[in-house]
């Protein structure tokens, strides 16, 4: 009995010690700077501005004959240079494997093309004689799938390579609008496709994968016939975003392959090349290239990535790094409380994309027991990590990053409204955040005169909800009142209607 009551008061006495531990609020004050690995504008691995801290992403073609000439025999080295190279200046890769391109052969291995039952086309594509592969080649199908295999097998979970964009068409884009297109022979069957796609969804484990938006047209693809394939987790890219009518055919596909993607997938591109005026103005703000800046684009497609490489020629660097730090992930700690050996964090994604690689908040080395990975946008968690949190350091890992990269986090303070320093005062003509966490404030900053901004809030059957008015050149919209969803919000800035925004919650 002495003994028991003995146990029983020690219990109680643990409890007491427990019950009197207490929780202290840090407020970090960090800053996220930079762009963000994985995200942002790409340029070329060959440019002359790939040193530039305004990217943090590279983009290659690679081609199967550069690694394989002998069957079963593989040479790694052309890989393995680029990606030192890229790797050495702080950057991470995107690669693109292609068969096709206008103006050259193919890059089918030098075995499949001495085989006597291999007979590729010679046609005009985009005005210059091109090659096309033996689609009806059971060697060649059977090497395609082999190949990617064998580089999952080496590269799944390289820190060098952060994704890989596959096809088959023009460019290993999902089309042969210009050239001698017959499916199954100048293009993949469906059926091929369809097994190249399981094939890939088994083999990467860990990388994303992505295919051209092009493949809704089911001239080319089984999708149409088989909707089931788009259960299967891959991403997207276009390769005109932002043309003057990118709201008709290219929404249509992105909509087809349903918009929630991004949530598993990155979504990503590169700027139109429709017209040289589509690059050359694709950044201009605050109205891009018709009307529509690249930030508002970003929000809307929740864009990781995008190829940019001859934006240099247009737009400064500072403008592309902004827009660069518009695209993609970002965290931002809501609250810290902390005792001596354990600390719980809110975290927000205030960015416009999740993370699609695991990334843990860290405290001297101690990583949070939950992953960032598929935080999404405007949402919060709550994070616990093993360690007491005054006077550590607080970062954020991720074993995909090479040695050298970061991703930083905005601390507790208040979100600052976007800066147009040195660039134009255009860019604060926008709702930030957006998309924003439902219950926090959003903000508009006005045209710089010293009239008040009135602002009304809609939903999308055009019922006004509320309307306000700001004290001075920034409003501040409460969104408290509002339920999950998109709403239209109309400023009105001296006396004038200067903008209607989109806001999502």
């Given amino acids: 009995m002495k003994s028991s009551i003995t146990i029983f008061f020690l219990a109680f006495s643990v409890f007491r010690m427990q019950a009197q531990v207490t929780f202290i609020n840090l ?37 199967f004959n550069e690694v394989v000439s002998d069957s079963g025999v593989y040479n790694w080295d052309p890989v393995e240079e680029k990606l ?3 790797a050495g200046r702080n950057h991470q890769a995107i690669f693109r494997f292609r068969y096709v391109y206008p103006g050259y052969e193919t890059s089918v291995p030098e075995y499949i093309l001495n085989r006597e039952d291999y007979h590729e086309t ?3 594509s985009e005005g210059k004689t091109t090659h096309f592969p033996d689609w009806t080649n059971e060697e060649l199908k059977r090497f395609t799938l082999e190949f990617y295999t064998r580089f999952a097998e080496r590269y799944d979970q390289d820190p060098r390579l952060a994704f890989i964009q596959v096809g088959f068409g023009l460019w290993a884009e999902y089309h042969i609008y210009s050239g001698p297109f017959t499916l199954g022979v100048t293009f993949p069957s469906k059926e091929f496709q369809e097994s190249f796609f399981y094939h890939l ?17 089911d001239t080319y693809t089984p999708f149409v016939e088989k909707p089931h394939l788009k259960e299967i987790e891959f991403g997207l890219f276009d390769d005109s975003f932002m ?50 800046s690249y930030e508002q684009y ?23 790094k902004q827009a660069s730090m518009a695209s993609g992930y970002k965290f931002k700690i809501e609250h810290l409380k ?27 080395g101690t990583r949070s027991q939950g992953s960032l990975k598929g935080l999404a946008p405007g949402e919060t968690k709550t994070y616990s990590v093993s360690a007491g949190a005054e006077g550590a350091e ?71 909800l509320f309307t306000g008015k700001s004290t001075g050149d920034v409003a501040i919209i409460d969104t408290s009142g509002l339920y999950s969803g998109c709403y239209l919000v109309k400023f009105i800035d001296n006396n004038e209607i200067t903008l209607n925004q989109l806001l999502v919650l």
């Fill in 298 to 320: 970003a929000r809307d497609f929740h864009i990781s990535y995008i190829m940019g490489n001859d934006q240099p020629r247009y737009q400064t660097m500072e403008r592309i």
């Fill in 243 to 292: 043309h003057q009518s990118h709201s008709g055919y290219n929404t249509s596909n992105w909509n087809f392959f349903d918009r929630d993607r991004y949530l598993i997938s990155p979504a990503g591109g590169e700027f139109s090349y429709y017209s040289a005026y589509d690059q050359q103005h694709v950044l201009d703000l605050p109205d891009g290239s018709y009307g529509k």
């Fill in 27 to 63: 407020y970090p004050d960090d800053s996220i700077t930079e762009v963000q690995p994985m995200t942002g504008i790409v340029f070329w691995h060959n440019s002359g501005n790939n040193t530039s801290d305004a990217i943090t992403l590279e983009f290659s073609y690679m081609l």
């Fill in 338 to 364: 902390t005792t001596a050996d354990s600390s719980v964090l809110e975290i927000l994604n205030y960015g416009v994309a999740p993370i699609y690689y695991d990334a843990y908040i860290t405290i001297d």
């Fill in 122 to 124: 010679i046609g005009e």
């Fill in 84 to 86: 030192n190279a890229i």
């Fill in 201 to 217: 969804d088994t083999t990467f484990k860990y990388i994303p994968w992505s295919i051209s938006i092009d493949a809704a047209d």
């Fill in 394 to 464: 607080i970062t954020i890992e991720c074993d995909k990053l090479p040695a050298g990269m970061q991703i930083q986090f905005y601390g507790t303070q208040e979100l600052p409204l976007i800066s147009s320093k040195n660039i134009a005062r255009d860019l604060n003509r926008l709702l930030y955040p957006n998309p924003a966490r439902r219950g926090s404030s959003v903000r508009f900053t006005g045209s710089g005169a010293q009239n008040n901004i009135e602002y009304s809030v809609y939903d999308l059957n055009g019922r006004e």
